[in-house]
């Protein structure tokens, strides 16, 4: 549930709302629920030598 942010160096996960499925497979859906992330959370700061060698063309909303 979070993404990596090469500017921040940082796992994030972003304000919003989720659904959490389990599911014995893609099919069988066992459980639903749902939740909202008040704000950004930084899950994990990393280290520098993480970080891509070579610019990413990064997707943006």
Do not use: C
Request: charged fraction near 25%.
């Amino acid at each position: 549930m979070a993404s990596f942010q090469t500017v921040t160096e940082s796992w994030v996960t972003e304000k919003g709302n989720y659904e959490l499925k389990v599911s014995a497979s893609s099919t069988d859906i066992k459980r639903t629920a749902s939740f909202f992330v008040k704000k950004d959370w930084v899950i994990e700061k990393v280290h520098r030598s993480i970080s891509p060698l070579v610019p990413i063309n990064e997707l943006t909303k």
